[in-house]
């Protein structure tokens, strides 16, 4: 197999299921793990990918997904002959079977099959958790703002424990927002991600301080954690266990500083 991965959190799910030798080339987005993916050749970006850069290294499987890769790119990719592996998992239960058919498809099943215990497991114990319901607004972009709707796989993350979108329209799924500092569409909380926008500490202050408000509070999150898929969609469910607890603490003593993690 020579496999193309033009989605960064399943180019770390390929290594994770022991595949590193069989991936030929990803995108420069492709970022986990770091030192194994150092001599793998990149192929652009998961909107602006190289044709022919993929043509040239002969894949025989292309893995792509809905969301990060555009249609007609993906359509020239498929005319050169590679298997197309599609992929658009909107649930956390999704992500489960995601990693089963990898490793069916490639040939991994006992690998694939400990990170899916090690999921059951994370969701068990994000079952065992009883969370107020706490009204979000998750920011993903900036000029234009941009959120997430209610059927995104961010959107699901949260909603795990107890964080839900206050963008309840399923279509466009991801709504430009006018101003979150003075419409935040009645969320408790914003939330500034860290990618595909690099939200910092300077943004989450700014709006703050343009809101004039105490309420919505404004915090900081790793997007990693709530929007990849894979083995890092497990770490992330963890994640957003103590993120929920830490955030809790802080709208108790009246507000987030900056971003509110374990």
Partial sequence: MRIVSLVPSLTELLCQLGLREQLVGRTGFCIHPRDALRDVPRVGGTKDVDVERVRALAPTHVVVNVDENEKP???RIAALGAEIVVTHPITVDDNLALIESFGDRFGTRAAAQRHADR???AVHRVATRRFASVDVLYLIWKDPWMSIGRETFIAHMLAAVGLHSVV???????PVVADPSADARGARVV??????YRFVERHRAALQRASGLGTPTFATIDGEMTSWYGTRAIDGLHYLLGYRDALD???DAGGANGEERR
């Fill in 73 to 75: 790119t993906v359509e």
């Fill in 168 to 174: 309840a329209d399923p279509q466009p799924r991801y």
């Fill in 191 to 196: 939330l500034l991600s860290s990618e595909p």
């Fill in 119 to 121: 999921q059951r497991e």
């Fill in 249 to 251: 603490r802080a709208l």
